[in-house]
Every structure is written in structure tokens, then in C-alpha cells.
Nanobody, 117 residues
Framework: QVRLAESGGGLVQPGGSLRLSCTAS????????MGWYRQAPGKQREMVAI???????NYEDSVKGRFTISRDNAENTVYLQMNSLEPEDTGVYYC???????????WGQGTQVTVSS
């Protein structure tokens, strides 16, 4: 089983930036896509950004133009660069590996992001 480990969360002021990392214990090519999700207190988990093996990306509307998802295949790592952070971006951010073919996807343990002055 491939494990996903997130890092890079923390406390940042509004307008600030953070870069999250998700490192897989095995090759990320074992996944058809990788994604970042977030869950705010009292809310459901929502998709933030997804990147496919071919490099195609998809973003949740509220983060377009502010967040960028990227991948380093050699390092088996997916990144989420978050700029112009807003208090509404606060939540636990999870990395997800899409396995496809009806197989169970993998999740990381999450990293807390808090945007507050």
C-alpha cells in the first residue's frame, strides 16, 4: 500500500502564502491522478485541485488564480502553492491519490491550514 504524507501547513495571515507538499511512499504514477481536498470546521470535505498523470489540472472556483497544483514525479511529490490566502481557506488539507478502475483511493492524514490575523 502506498502511503501519502502531507506537510507544510501552519498559521498565516490573510494575504500570505503557504506551500503544501504530499509525498508518496511509492511512485505517484501508480495513481491516475493526485488531488488536494480541504475540510473546514462543520463543513463537508471539498475538492481544491486535481492534477492528472498527463498534467491536466482542475481547480475549485474560489481558488482559481490563487492556488497552483504541481507534481515532481522524480520526488513522488505533489505540491499545492497557495497565494493570497483568505480566512475562508482555513481547514484541514488532505492529499488524495486516485487509483481508478473502481479501486479504493488513498488519503493522507491531513495538514492544518489556518488563515487568521
Amino acid at each position: 500500500q502506498v502511503r501519502l504524507a502531507e506537510s507544510g501547513g501552519g498559521l498565516v495571515q490573510p494575504g500570505g502564502s503557504l506551500r503544501l507538499s504530499c509525498t508518496a511512499s511509492g511512485t505517484i504514477f501508480s495513481f491516475v491522478a493526485m488531488g488536494w481536498y480541504r475540510q473546514a470546521p462543520g463543513k463537508q470535505r471539498e475538492m481544491v485541485a486535481i492534477i492528472a498523470n498527463g498534467g491536466a489540472t482542475n481547480y475549485e472556483d474560489s481558488v482559481k488564480g490563487r492556488f497552483t497544483i504541481s507534481r515532481d514525479n522524480a520526488e513522488n511529490t505533489v505540491y499545492l502553492q497557495m497565494n493570497s490566502l483568505e480566512p475562508e481557506d482555513t481547514g484541514v488539507y488532505y492529499c488524495k491519490g486516485f487509483r481508478g478502475l473502481g479501486r479504493t483511493d488513498y488519503w493522507g492524514q491531513g495538514t492544518q491550514v489556518t488563515v487568521s490575523s
